[in-house]
T-cell receptor, first 113, second 116 residues
Framework: QQQVKQSPQSLIVQKGGISIINCAYE??????FPWYQQFPGKGPALLIA?????SEKKEGRFTISFNKSAKQFSLHIMDSQPGDSATYFC????????????FGKGTLLTVNP | GAVVSQHPSRVICKSGTSVKIECRSL??????MFWYRQFPKQSLMLMAT?????????EQGVEKDKFLINHASLTLSTLTVTSAHPEDSSFYIC????????????FGQGTRLTVV
């Protein structure tokens, strides 16, 4: 049973455009929602994270939008650049599990020059 | 950000042998470390959670006798793949967190294991 569903599986965006990746979760006990960026052959790196008590968080070109009632959250990458081309994973965790992360299946983002 | 170092980054071993992967938190003490496995073009699959000084908690379907995890200190955890077989070939990634109310997990750079 997949607890975090991520879409789309792949995404192609032109340079300067907006990349949007969506995730939906099932467990209402989740209380931490990070997004990770992974380049080929490397470990994931934390991009941005949000807690369910806020609806939006922005860091530079990256924004998380969070909809608690719909159990959905999304990552927006503004002014997408070729260097943003990577795989993006959403995740969710809860305090009682040592903040063990449950990952979405990932989105391969390609930003064309 | 905090640094987690994984070693080796690549290893090739013969079928039937054992291989050890190290995960170190370089500038913080990690009360909890996690080990993941990732197949090509797939997501990270959690294998086990380890807390310093106690036995690791394995996820369902992960053979604890095959994947030995030791978290003997607050800065080092090891994963030993015993009697490796070609199907164990994968990308293994560790992560570490400080503990308490600190939620962020820092990931190592991963280890590419190839069993021939």
């Amino acid at each position: 049973q997949q607890q975090v569903k991520q879409s789309p599986q792949s995404l192609i965006v032109q340079k300067g455009g907006i990349s949007i990746i969506n995730c939906a979760y099932e467990n209402t006990a989740f209380d931490y929602f990070p997004w990770y960026q992974q380049f080929p052959g490397k470990g994931p790196a934390l991009l941005i994270a949000i807690r369910p008590d806020v609806s939006e968080k922005k860091e530079g070109r990256f924004t998380i939008s969070f909809n608690k009632s719909a159990k959905q959250f999304s990552l927006h990458i503004m002014d997408s650049q070729p260097g943003d081309s990577a795989t993006y994973f959403c995740a969710a965790s809860l305090r009682g599990s040592n903040y063990k992360l449950t990952f979405g299946k990932g989105t391969l983002l390609t930003v064309n020059p | 950000g905090a640094v987690v170092s994984q070693h080796p980054s690549r290893v090739i071993c013969k079928s039937g042998t054992s291989v050890k992967i190290e995960c170190r938190s370089l500038d913080f003490q990690a009360t909890t470390m996690f080990w993941y496995r990732q197949f090509p073009k797939q997501s990270l699959m959690l294998m086990a959670t380890s807390n310093e000084g106690s036995k690791a908690t394995y996820e369902q379907g992960v053979e604890k006798d095959k994947f030995l995890i030791n978290h003997a200190s607050l800065t080092l955890s090891t994963l030993t793949v015993t009697s490796a077989h070609p199907e164990d070939s994968s990308f293994y990634i560790c992560s570490a967190r400080v503990g308490g109310g600190n939620t962020e997990a820092f990931f190592g750079q991963g280890t590419r294991l190839t069993v021939v």
